[in-house]
């Protein structure tokens, strides 16, 4: 066997292991909250409940929908739990072929995309979901009495939950667009209208059809592009201001 098959074979065998403990992590999680998988779908659904007409609850139209809705709801729970674990042996598995450069930008990297996104999620949370339902509630006519599907419920809040994540991302994006070079600061200040736009166009296509939700996800990804701008400018303006005091150096030596 030839040196490069060995190599090729011990990288899938650490990638294995990683991918195992991420898992294992993940199930650990899992089934130590899998006693409580009642009360972290009720949890889940509070932003709704609280909304819905005293004495209304949500109903569940299958027949194993009851059990299976709130197991998905605690693996859901479970990942994000360890989700540091998780991107620990996804980041030891790709940093000893990183240089030390990409190493150092790499890991602030994760770390800033991880915590973003679930500051996306907590935004939708806390605020979106009882802005958005109470809309709703308020609209819907007094002839009808609401009482959601918990199976559609739990479609509906995973992708709110994915599109405000990924809004959040929107930063790390813009950043990693002028640190790289691929895009100038001055250009991505140009594109700021055709942003404005896409981020409505976006939001109206992902959110519910109703005015607040789509201004409750275009507003935040505009404002989160113009934070990324600003960043951007400033990580810029420190490298070129490095790469000024290096060459002086050199002309004075």
Do not use: N
């Not at 939708?124 to 009808?144: D, H, L, Q």
């Not at 991505?188 to 409750?216: E, K």
Request: hydrophobic share 60%.
């Amino acid at each position: 066997m030839s040196a490069v098959q060995e190599t090729f074979i011990s990288h899938l065998v650490e990638l294995r292991d990683r991918l195992l403990r991420a898992m294992l992590a993940v199930l650990v999680v899992f089934l130590c909250l899998m006693p409580w998988a009642g009360d972290v779908y009720d949890l889940l659904a509070l932003p709704m409940m609280r909304t819905l007409p005293e004495g209304t609850h949500m109903i569940a139209t299958g027949v194993v929908t009851p059990f299976f809705v709130p197991v998905k709801v605690t693996m859901m729970a479970a990942f994000v739990i360890a989700l540091p674990i998780v991107l620990y042996q996804a980041w030891a598995f790709v940093a000893p072929g990183l240089y030390a450069h990409e190493r150092r930008m790499g890991l602030p990297l994760v770390m800033g995309s991880t915590v973003l996104f679930l500051l996306g999620m907590a935004f939708c949370y806390f605020f979106v979901f009882g802005t958005v339902f109470s809309f709703i509630a308020e609209f819907a006519p007094k002839s009808i009495t609401p009482a959601p599907d918990i199976e559609q419920y739990l479609s509906f809040v995973m992708t709110m939950f994915i599109a405000f994540g990924l809004t959040f991302e929107v930063p790390v994006a813009v950043i990693l667009l002028a640190k790289t070079g691929v895009v100038s600061v001055d250009k991505l200040v140009a594109a700021r209208p055709y942003v404005i736009v896409g981020a409505f166009v976006i939001a109206a296509i992902i959110t519910p059809p109703d005015v607040v939700s789509q201004l409750l996800l275009a507003i935040p990804m505009c404002l989160l592009y113009e934070a990324g701008v600003i960043i951007a400018r400033i990580i810029v303006k420190d490298r070129l201001d490095g790469g000024e005091q290096a060459i002086e150096r050199i002309e004075g030596s």
